[in-house]
């Protein structure tokens, strides 16, 4: 057919572009919004599309452009004319840009160019892992932690002070197979490096289990093991400037204490909320007063935000916690100084 040729590196043209363009607007909400300049996927990604075309093919496209002539460049629907927020502006640049690949896809197959529709294929994929990362957000994420489990979940808060017995990492896979939903590891008086070592083994634990794992107060220690989620306390650094080290990505948590902590740390920007001591305890240097079963009930039903009950829960005072319905349980001594922590774990869940 006269002209076809022309016409397939016209729509490749057209839709480089496009691509380009819709990748550009996601790198500007990761660049000047997130304020994440090393967000390494779309660098690649983006990489992989300025070297899609070899420069002939991109010489050939240039030259059958008919920018003027473009009905598109006379449409403007409705849906193009509103964005509710930089999340719809991010998805639509995403979909634009695997719309675009798609079609650069099947049209470099009629002028042979098999590497071209190969790579663009591969592209498109990326985009969809991409998609997925940037449009789940931190609350979805933390929401499906507990959302796994029929009952709340059992969140076991790791601290080497009140471990008796002699393989850490065997016991907490014991835990693991036992049941325990999520795994949190705090150390305050151990060394960096034996915090980091401990962080990254407990982390390829938890992978092994599809189960999040959590570090507690030190945001350079979350990042560095490639932790699911960053818990802080009281007096730890505020959420603001723990993202500036975890990024925008990683769900953090704050421990309460009372009400006025929990809303507190909702307009702050928590993820989900750590409220306790429900009972007395003695896994804290300073503890702070028993806020009991009614002040849990309260919590949970004012705060929009999942609520983990923490503070001298065991066997014999779980139903009465889960009955008041937080979204997660956790334990420390209740399983830590057991000496068969699977049966601790059953027992718990039981």
């Not at 909400?29 to 300049?37: M, S, T």
């Not at 490639?226 to 948590?253: C, K, N, S, T």
Request: net charge neutral; glycine share 6%.
């Amino acid at each position: 057919m006269p002209g076809s040729k022309t016409a397939v590196f016209r729509v490749l043209d057209a839709n480089l572009n496009r691509l380009r363009e819709g990748l550009r607007v996601v790198e500007e909400y990761c660049r000047l919004v997130q304020n994440d300049v090393s967000f390494k996927q779309l660098k690649e990604i983006r990489h992989r599309a300025q070297k899609l075309y070899s420069p002939e093919l991109e010489s050939l496209c240039l030259q059958a452009r008919q920018a003027d002539n473009d009905v598109g460049s006379r449409t403007y629907s409705a849906s193009e004319a509103a964005r509710e927020n930089f999340l719809a502006v991010v998805q639509a640049g995403l979909k634009r840009a695997q719309e675009a690949g798609r079609v650069i896809e099947e049209y470099a197959k009629i002028i042979q160019e098999d590497d071209v529709s190969r790579r663009a294929k591969e592209l498109r994929f990326s985009l969809y892992t991409l998609e997925k990362k940037l449009i789940v957000s931190r609350r979805d994420k933390v929401v499906a932690w507990f959302d796994r489990c029929r009952r709340s979940t059992l969140y076991l808060v790791v601290d080497e002070a009140f471990y008796q017995g002699h393989d850490l990492l065997a016991d907490l896979k014991a835990a693991l197979t036992a049941g325990v939903g999520l795994l949190q590891l705090r150390q305050k008086h151990a060394t960096d490096r034996h915090f980091l070592d401990l962080a990254r083994r407990c982390k390829a634990l938890c992978a092994a289990f599809q189960v999040p794992f959590i570090v507690n107060d030190r945001p350079d220690i979350a990042r560095l093991a490639a932790a699911d989620g960053l818990h802080l306390g009281q007096d730890d650094l505020d959420i603001a400037a723990a993202r500036l080290v975890v990024g925008e990505e990683m769900p953090i948590g704050r421990s309460t204490h009372s009400l006025e902590q929990a809303l507190a740390a909702v307009d702050e920007g928590a993820d989900y909320l750590g409220f306790g001591p429900v009972f007395a305890t003695p896994s804290k240097e300073n503890p702070d007063p028993v806020v009991g079963i009614d002040g849990l009930r309260e919590v949970v039903s004012r705060v929009s935000l999942p609520v983990v009950a923490i503070g001298g829960i065991d066997r014999e005072n779980i139903a009465a916690v889960r009955d008041a319905g937080p979204a997660g349980i956790a334990v420390i001594r209740a399983i830590l100084a057991s000496s068969d922590f699977a049966q601790a774990a059953r027992g718990l869940l039981n």
